[in-house]
């Protein structure tokens, strides 16, 4: 599992997000929780860029970490979920990255910004300059041999709108792609992925879901 923090891709770090990474090695997983170069001096696609080649790492090393180089997965919260999405729906990054699509079992976008008008927000800055959505978001750009997806969506979610997901997954559907939108009760836009570290598991079932989508699509 590679997994990629939130924080309107200006913010945040792998340091923040141990949480994450402990609770899927818990759960059995291989985790390698990422950095990547953050924006307003890095713009799009520089983030999903170095998604790509943490995952070309990730799988190089994987036999080496006790995992496969044909079982990976990745997950991703906010602006991460989006970087998480962007990286295996578009078949440009992979193949730059030389990672092969079929080596990707599945992704997992928590709250993530997949279909949205990026100018008329603060994100705008995260993005080239002229940059539009047609060009950019993922939901635009969806390969009809992508993965399976889990979008996760909070209930309460005041930050990301949820039609992201709902686009989103209309995107996969029209391409092909298995995907499933579940949106949690009693959650927000932290507390969805807060859920996942092990003292917090009671806020909601981010965690549980995660871990059924992984145990559902993997490799045996």
């Given amino acids: 599992m590679l997994f990629i923090h939130g924080g309107s891709w200006e913010g945040g770090d792998k340091e923040g997000h141990r949480f994450a990474g402990e609770s899927l090695a818990r759960a059995g997983y291989v985790t390698a929780v990422m950095n990547y170069r953050l924006a307003p001096k890095n713009r799009y696609p520089s983030y999903v860029q170095d998604a790509a080649s943490a995952l070309k790492v990730l799988r190089d090393r994987s036999v080496s970490l006790g995992g496969s180089p044909d079982n990976l997965f990745v997950m991703g919260h906010s602006a991460g979920g989006f970087n998480a999405v962007e990286v295996v729906v578009n ?9 092969p699509v079929s080596s990707v079992r599945g992704v997992i976008g928590i709250a993530g910004p997949y279909s949205y008008d990026f ?23 969806v390969r009809p041999d992508a993965p399976p997806h889990l979008l996760l969506v909070a209930e309460s979610d005041s ?34 992925m807060a859920a ?18 992984i145990e559902t699509h993997r490799r045996r």
């Fill in 196 to 213: 996942v570290a092990r003292p917090l598991t009671f806020l909601g079932g981010t965690r549980q879901a995660v871990i059924d989508f």
């Fill in 91 to 99: 078949e440009r990054w992979l193949r730059e990255a030389g990672v």
């Fill in 119 to 141: 100018r008329q927000f603060s994100s705008a800055r995260a993005f080239p300059q002229g940059g539009t959505p047609d060009e950019i978001m993922p939901d635009r750009h």
């Fill in 159 to 192: 930050v990301v709108y949820p039609q992201n997901a709902v686009n989103m997954e209309a995107a996969l559907k029209r391409a092909g792609v298995p995907v499933t939108r579940t949106v949690l009760p009693r959650v927000n836009h932290l507390t969805i």
